[in-house]
């Protein structure tokens, strides 16, 4: 831990990562110093610092706002392994992030904005309901990336906002075999309230790829049981 205050950078960043691989209890000793490391004058540090609190969990709680200051990193690499660590930290400790997750999904890097949608399907109801609008929104993005994992993230929500199931819906019937399977997936999640995606999914019980027809079998039934 006091290799963290070292005068070498070397020594301070392998100190950040032997702390992330090392685990509890001694990496839950070091949250303060890392923290601490966190806002080190070399990025190297941070970036290693960032990445071992986002290894110990939850157990790091006290780090959430240093993390929250690393999202307007002008390190995009930064930037996604604070949105990473948040997501790790899940909810309740990391709800107050979800505001900054919501305005990372309009970052101008795309993995940022696919961390963005993770973390806030990873933190989960009910504080990042409010993201859902926003996920809605990130499921016409340029890239593929951030588009599947919005997807996703409105099924790890559960969400009840019938406003995402119709564009949803619509990737049933698209041509990106990816994103039809993530669409199957999280209707199947959210269960009965997307009920109206049952027409669409029955045509997928159709589709050339076995693992698609059985996911659509099995929304289904999720749907019918929930």
């Given amino acids: 831990i006091s290799a963290l205050s070292h005068d070498s950078v070397i020594s301070r960043r392998n100190a950040a990562i032997a702390i992330g691989q090392i685990g509890s209890p001694v ?3 070091a949250v303060p110093a890392l923290i601490i490391a966190g806002g080190d004058t070399d990025l190297s540090v941070r970036h290693d610092a960032v ?3 986002g290894r110990i969990g939850s157990r790091a709680a006290a780090a959430v706002p240093m993390l929250i200051t690393e999202l307007t990193n002008g390190d995009p690499s930064v930037r996604c392994l604070a949105i990473t660590a948040l997501g790790r930290f899940g909810t309740p400790a990391a709800d107050v992030a979800v505001p900054v997750l919501i305005t990372a999904l309009s970052d101008v890097e795309s993995k940022v904005r696919t961390a963005a949608a993770l973390a806030i399907g990873c933190i989960g109801t009910p504080a990042a309901e409010t993201a859902v609008s926003s996920l809605i929104t990130a499921l016409a993005d340029t890239d593929e ?8 993230a409105l099924g790890w929500l559960r969400t009840s906002d019938s406003n995402a199931y119709p564009p949803l819906i619509s990737l ?5 075999p990816g994103l039809r399977r993530a669409a199957i997936l ?6 009965a ?8 999914l029955q045509d997928c019980l159709n589709d050339p790829a076995p693992d698609t027809r ?7 039934q999720q749907m019918e049981e929930s």
Avoid: C, T, Y
């Avoid at 309230?193 to 669409?200: E, F, L, R």
């Avoid at 059985?214 to 289904?220: C, F, S």
């Fill in 51 to 53: 990445e071992a609190l």
């Fill in 27 to 29: 990496a839950d000793m």
């Fill in 186 to 191: 999280s209707l199947g999640r959210i269960g």
């Fill in 193 to 200: 309230p997307a009920k109206v995606a049952v027409p669409a």
């Fill in 214 to 220: 059985q996911w659509a079998a099995e929304a289904i």
């Fill in 172 to 176: 049933l019937n698209g041509s990106n």
């Fill in 145 to 152: 990336g951030v588009r599947r994992h919005a997807v996703l």
